[in-house]
């Protein structure tokens, strides 16, 4: 059964660096085609693919946000950090992390229960 | 074009079929995949590859794809379809993930 969580803090202040650490199980990040990825949706808007990592490392980020996200792994305590820097007001959403299904359809097909970041001073 | 194109709402009669459709470039070359969300909910894998449904997803969801364009159809639309809904896919290079805006159903 695979399973993932988000956690984080809930409210950063402008200019901060957020950092999300997604906690999985039931699949490893070592095995050749798995992937996680992180999704973003502001209040009352549509989803917005973030930042995505493979087993062999392999990351791929979202152009319009690339210079401020970092996508690691600890593979060893089954573990994914997203980090964003320099943020803003526009960045107030809930930050999902998902699984992906397929390597080749990249569908996410299971997903956390997503954590609400609120940025304000 | 890294983007993919969904009509805002649609609305459907208890009952009846309803075909929600996701407009991209990338649909030429990569298969779209199919979420559903409820208000307060994660998003729900419902579509994936050519017409796959995960364990657990109603046989009245189903997937197609022609040219650019990849629709998502429920025949036989339930109170409990109503929801929004949106279509992902790889972008044209086939390196990144697009999602597209998303689509509110209404079951009349």
């Known amino acids: 059964q695979i399973t993932l969580k988000e956690s984080g803090p809930t409210l950063v202040k402008p200019t901060q660096t957020l950092t999300l650490t997604c906690t999985f199980s039931g699949f490893s990040l070592s095995t050749s085609g798995v992937g996680v990825g992180w999704i973003r949706q502001p209040p009352g808007k549509a989803l917005e693919w973030l930042a995505l990592?493979?087993?062999?490392?392999?990351?791929r980020y979202s152009p319009s946000l690339k210079s401020r996200l970092t996508i690691t792994k600890d593979t060893s305590k089954n573990q994914v950090v997203l980090t964003m820097t320099n943020m803003d007001p526009v960045d107030t959403a809930t930050y999902y992390c998902?699984?992906?299904?397929?390597?080749?359809?990249?569908?996410?097909?299971?997903w956390g229960q997503g954590t609400l970041v609120t940025v304000s001073s | 074009s890294s983007e993919l194109t969904q009509d805002p709402a649609v609305s459907v009669a208890l009952g009846q079929t309803v075909r929600i459709t996701c407009q991209g470039d990338?649909?030429?070359?990569?298969?779209a995949s199919w979420y559903q969300q409820k208000p307060g909910q994660a998003p729900v894998l419902v579509i994936y590859g050519k017409n796959n449904r995960p364990s657990g997803i109603p046989d009245r969801f189903s997937g197609s794809s022609s040219g650019n364009t990849a629709s998502l159809t429920i025949t036989g639309a339930q109170a409990e379809d109503e929801a929004d809904y949106y279509c992902?896919?790889?972008?044209?290079?086939?390196?990144?993930?697009?999602f597209g805006g998303g689509t509110k159903l209404t079951v009349l």
């Open positions: 990338s649909l030429r070359s990569y298969y």
């Open positions: 992902n896919s790889r972008d044209s290079s086939g390196n990144l993930v697009v």
């Open positions: 990592i493979y087993w062999d490392d392999d990351k």
């Open positions: 998902a699984h992906i299904g397929d390597y080749v359809f990249c569908d996410f097909d299971y």
